[in-house]
């Protein structure tokens, strides 16, 4: 985006399909202009921000872990992050990455537009991310800080650079991600991007390949089947709740040609974790990760209580939307004729699909949500924590 017109359609757009999207807002001056008229605004407030440092944050709720966070991180950040994780010296510098978020409600107006549900739209002018340009210095701080997991994001980021700069930039970051230790897994968390070209490179033998897990939500999932052409990929956007036997096609089509479905395989890309605002789904290619049931059961968790800002579930708090009864693909033969209900006794199910398995759950939808920010993070890294590498 270049311009406030062009913030205001691309707002419109999203809000009109209460659809979460995130853009880059290329004019610098312009957006400090905006940034600096929000701050100002009463009530006005800052919290932790960007895909990464959610995750951290997220991740050390629970007892006994420590975070290294490598990011463009300014004096307010760092006083708004947790104690338990540790920024790197080349981390920090004298001025924040600011990210204006515009969150409504289900029902609520923005001239002639009414959300149909309670979502964000996020856009920033980036510099340090843009760049992607603390990847050395996380790379280099691994040996030290010993890692269990290493989970990525930003690449999104990187959309708005000039094609020549942006190739080769990815090209360096793969380069780094394959001197990481093949012992540690690597997750990968994408975002809202526009570009079919880049996706495609990403997808390719630049990034996808070489990490082990992937986090996405509907609009990255089927971005993804239109750049690589693959099922539904003529479909331009989904028509309310995404289909689920659509889904795991795509998941499906997604582990088939670009993750490790045979030993021998290149790829080490094995778990891919999906999540709407109605149901997640998680598909892992057997022999590489255990207890997913609980994975993906507790991302749904997570959504629910971020979402209502409470520490529990307090069921008169929610409500269900996802298909009581569905059929898990609409390209396999045999899975067409089957059909999974779901039953308060029975929420999560799992289903096989050559040598992948499917784990589905129904989320607890607020109805009345504080914060819809960074949900798909805390999704992404509650299943994480309850993942089992194997």
């Known amino acids: 985006m270049n311009s406030s017109e062009q913030l205001q359609d691309t707002f419109a757009h999203f809000m009109d399909r209460g659809a979460a999207a995130e853009r880059l807002f290329a004019d610098r001056d312009a957006f400090l202009s905006i940034a600096q008229t ?30 290294l966070l490598c990011g463009p991180v300014g004096p307010k950040l760092h006083e708004l992050l ?4 540790i920024v790197p010296p080349e981390s920090l510098q004298e001025v924040d990455e600011y990210h204006l978020i515009l969150e409504y409600q289900a029902g609520e107006s923005w001239g002639e537009i009414k959300a149909p549900q309670a979502n964000r739209f996020i856009f920033s002018h980036d510099v340090s991310n843009n760049e992607m340009n603390m ?31 942006r190739e080769k ?9 394959s001197e990481i230790s093949n012992e540690v897994p690597i997750h990968l ?6 570009d ?23 609009q990255e999932l089927l971005f993804i ?3 690589g052409l693959g099922p539904y990929s003529s479909q331009a956007s989904w028509d309310g709740i995404p289909d689920v036997g659509k889904v795991s096609d795509i998941i499906f089509w997604m582990l088939q040609n670009y993750g490790r479905i045979e030993p021998e395989s290149d790829s080490d890309l094995t778990r891919i974790h999906f999540h709407t605002l109605a149901y997640h789904i998680l598909a892992t290619v057997d022999g590489y990760w255990a207890n997913q049931m609980s994975a993906v059961a507790a991302g749904a968790r997570a959504a629910g209580i971020q979402a209502c800002g409470g520490p529990t579930i307090d069921h008169r708090k929610f409500i269900l939307k996802a298909p009581r009864e569905f059929s898990p693909s609409w390209t396999d033969d045999s899975l067409k004729r089957v059909k999974i209900v779901l039953t308060p006794t029975d929420p999560v199910h799992m289903w096989q699909r050559e ?19 960074g949900l798909g993070d805390a999704i992404s890294a509650e299943g994480l924590l309850y993942s089992e590498l194997q």
């Open 169 to 177: 930039r990815l090209q360096e970051i793969g380069l780094l991600i």
């Open 196 to 218: 079919p070209a880049y996706m495609t490179d990403i997808l390719h033998q630049q990034i996808l390949p070489i990490v082990n897990s992937v986090g996405l939500n509907e």
């Open 82 to 85: 947790d104690d338990r994780i």
């Open 355 to 373: 040598n992948i398995s499917f784990y589905f759950t129904p989320v607890l939808i607020c109805k009345h949500p504080i914060r819809t920010v």
């Open 225 to 227: 089947s239109q750049s």
């Open 38 to 67: 929000a701050s100002v605004q009463p009530g006005a407030k800052h919290f932790v921000g960007g895909n990464a440092a959610l995750i951290g944050h997220k991740m050390v709720t629970h007892s006994n872990l420590s975070v």
């Open 189 to 194: 968390e994408l975002a809202s991007m526009t």
């Open 135 to 165: 990847m050395e210095a996380f790379v280099g701080s691994l040996e030290e800080f010993n890692p269990e997991l290493i989970v990525l994001s930003g690449l999104h980021m990187m959309e708005g650079q000039e094609k020549e700069m």
